[in-house]
């Protein structure tokens, strides 16, 4: 497979104000990517753009602390919603995280519990060798993108008092993405299913589907 690596934007800005105080460093989890990802779509295809949109987004959510500094995203409108609940705003977005907001009303984790900065050291530090991100299919193009995933990682750390067993634990879903003209998000919808991967971090019981 090609040795590209993802290309995420907006990362050599110095005027950004980063949540740990540098640019993160994302050569680990690219690492784990290219070595085991499932697809390899080439170069300027419609699959590898809306791959690097949504990791362009992911390390914006992830990493910048300021609204001013988000590019990705149409701030106005922007919106992100799992399985039909709750339209989180970029502000919502920004203070709570990726987790908290897409396992929010999960039994097997409380989101409660959690902030942005302990939800991402939580899962860093169980998938040890990065939790990468695929796009498999690309239904439509801009500017309703449907599409297909796949987030996979191995479970090399304890997980809440739940030991490592060096398993690779995948998750698949869908996605539903508005964006402009200019591919700057507008939404977000997700729908998928967290039961296997929490189920597998916590041996716990399922976790129903939101309505």
């Not at 992911?58 to 919106?79: G, I, P, Q, T």
């Not at 959690?114 to 169980?126: G, N, V």
């Not at 067993?165 to 729908?191: H, N, P, W």
């Amino acid at each position: 497979m090609s040795d590209t690596r993802p290309e995420r934007a907006y990362l050599d800005d110095p005027t950004t104000v980063w949540r740990d105080g540098i640019k993160p460093d994302y050569s680990v989890v690219d690492r784990k990517y290219m070595a085991e990802r499932s697809t390899n779509h080439k170069p300027g295809s419609l699959e590898r753009i809306v791959e690097n949109l949504v990791k362009t987004w992911e390390s914006e959510s992830a990493h910048k602390l300021r609204e001013e500094d988000w590019k990705s995203v149409d701030k106005e409108n922007f919106y992100i919603s799992a399985n039909g609940g709750h339209k989180y705003s970029l502000k919502e977005n920004m203070k709570l995280g990726n987790y908290n907001m897409f396992l929010d009303e999960c039994p097997l984790y409380n989101a409660a519990e959690e902030t942005h900065e302990s939800s991402h050291k939580l899962f860093r530090e169980t998938f040890k060798s990065g939790y990468p991100w695929e796009v498999l299919q690309v239904f439509s193009g801009p500017p309703v993108v449907s599409f297909t995933w796949r987030h996979w990682g191995t479970f090399e750390g304890d997980y809440k008092g739940t030991k490592a067993t060096g398993e690779t634990i995948e998750m698949f879903g869908s996605c539903v993405a508005r964006v402009t003209e200019d591919l700057k998000i507008q939404s977000i919808d997700v729908y998928y299913d967290p039961n296997g991967t929490l189920m597998k971090l916590t041996k716990g019981s399922k976790c129903p589907f939101k309505h």
